[in-house]
T-cell receptor, first 112, second 115 residues
Framework: QKEVEQNSGPLSVPEGAIASLNCTYS??????FFWYRQYSGKSPELIMS????GDKEDGRFTAQLNKASQYVSLLIRDSQPSDSATYLC????????????FGKGTHLIIQP | NAGVMQNPRHLVRRRGQEARLRCSPM?????VYWYRQLPEEGLKFMVY????????ESGMPKERFSAEFPKEGPSILRIQQVVRGDSAAYFC?????????????FGQGTRLTVV
């Protein structure tokens, strides 16, 4: 059973600080990793993808992947109230023949 | 992502009726995923399809639920004899894997309410 684990939160971060979201996965053969943002009542929106060990930066977002530890994280710099949402970690195993496996999500609250 | 189209956006059905949810993937995408999300819960995988093939239906309930992705037209998620517990948001996502890069984009979802 492939599992993706996230702390459900809520994670409360002051405006302007760095928000750090973490995710672990069970399938060592996983190849592709994604972070989605979901506002209440809306559909998930892809914000970051990462495929290789290390860091990947896009604007205020940085995804970090450590395959040896089976760990992927998302950092949000200069947090804004509009970043308040649920962040979903998703993993694809193998060569893409499997569907996305999602974690339950971390609820992030940015305090003005 | 506006490219994945789901309809209807909202669907109300009485217990025992059938619900048909449609998903048109992004242009060029050949892989479709269906997910269900109950209020205050995470996304739960239901089924993964490619054109004319069901690749993984491990998340589908054994009865009343079926899915298809025909050669022409949208993917359909069909729920027969709906019950109140089927009330949820149903999301479709599509992707077009290139090697290991399998970014998937979601439609706006169909909110099913069973009364």
């Amino acid at each position: 059973q492939k599992e993706v684990e996230q702390n459900s939160g809520p994670l409360s971060v002051p405006e302007g600080a760095i928000a750090s979201l973490n995710c672990t996965y069970s399938d060592r053969g996983s190849q592709s990793f994604f972070w989605y943002r979901q506002y209440s009542g809306k559909s998930p929106e892809l914000i970051m993808s990462i495929y290789s060990n290390g860091d990947k930066e896009d604007g205020r977002f940085t995804a970090q992947l450590n395959k040896a530890s089976q760990y992927v994280s998302l950092l949000i710099r200069d947090s804004q109230p509009s970043d308040s949402a649920t962040y979903l970690c998703a993993v694809v195993s193998g060569g893409g023949a499997d569907g996305l496996t999602f974690g339950k999500g971390t609820h992030l609250i940015i305090q003005p | 992502n506006a490219g994945v189209m789901q309809n209807p956006r909202h669907l109300v059905r009485r217990r025992g009726q059938e619900a048909r949810l449609r998903c048109s993937p992004m242009k060029g995408h050949s892989h479709v995923y269906w997910y269900r999300q109950l209020p205050e819960e995470g996304l739960k995988f239901m089924v993964y399809l490619q054109k004319e093939n069901i690749i993984d239906e491990s998340g589908m309930p054994k009865e009343r639920f079926s899915a298809e992705f025909p050669k022409e037209g949208p993917s359909i998620l069909r729920i027969q004899q709906v019950v109140r517990g089927d009330s949820a948001a149903y999301f479709c996502a599509s992707s077009s894997p290139v090697g290991r890069e399998t970014e998937a984009f979601f439609g706006q979802g169909t909110r099913l309410t069973v009364v």
